[in-house]
């Protein structure tokens, strides 16, 4: 369907405040997503892939003094392609939220609601996490009716989809693209990130072991009291550990580490076979 509007705002993020945590996460997590550049400008059936997922509109509280709410409101859910719908006990029984969904699908968006449940149990009388405007469709004349509809939703939940591929489905749907391909391109920019930090964390700790050999070195020649080189030595034992820990944490091989720790143990044993024989040292 092509709309004959700006869209200021690519979503408009309805929640109840009791659920700010969620909406505060879930705000960060899709405006710091960084869509691939070849990715940009592809047709969907929600239209050219952005650059950007930003702008999201998230608080009612940005809005201006002096205004109508209601005004204000109308005139950001014009302006918002898509409405995500933090769905939990807290928002099915908000009316801010329940009318903030009802007036969206009322500008003839309904299929672009994207539920995400963070709660409760969808049909369940105690715990039910849907609003009423989400789970039944409009009469012709705007208002909440009878008719059961069936909201597809991603689900938050730790026995749902989890965070991680809630977000990715959500991300999938704001840009319009198939939730499989945004999963592959999460998997080869984790891949990437990791060899990247892998690499990082080798030449690290190459520079680490070689400025511990240089700087013991350094210090035994410029120092010459035990207690002094004691400290010295704590330094530069204390910067490999740290360096050994990253390796570890970021994939650089075990034998690659242990080639460069043996380099900085031999540096020690120089010295200790130089004289310098003290108890830290050892």
Known sequence: MTDPVTFNYRAF???????TAWAKWLHAALEGYRVDKDLVGRATPAGPVPKTLRPIFRDREDFSAGHSLTEQTDATLVSSQ???VLCSPNAARSQYVNE???????LGRGDRVIPLIIAGEPGDPNE?????ALRF?????????????????????SQGDGKDIARIKLIAGLLGVRFDEIVRRAERARKRRNRFWAALAGGILFLAVTATGSA???????????????????????????AAGEADRYGVSVE???KLLRRAEGALDSLIRAGRDTAQLR
């Open 256 to 258: 690659t580490t242990a």
């Open 128 to 132: 039910e996490c849907f609003p009423p």
């Open 216 to 242: 013991v070195y350094a210090y035994t020649k410029l120092i010459e009291s035990e207690e002094n080189l004691d400290h010295a030595v704590e330094f530069a034992y204390g910067f490999v550990t740290e």
């Open 100 to 106: 903030e969904i009802r007036r969206f699908k009322a």
């Open 13 to 19: 993020l309805s929640y109840s405040h009791r659920d």
């Open 82 to 84: 898509f409405m995500i």
């Open 137 to 157: 469709k409009l009469n012709s004349d705007g208002t909440v009716g009878d008719v059961p509809e069936e909201p597809i939703a991603a689900d938050a939940r």
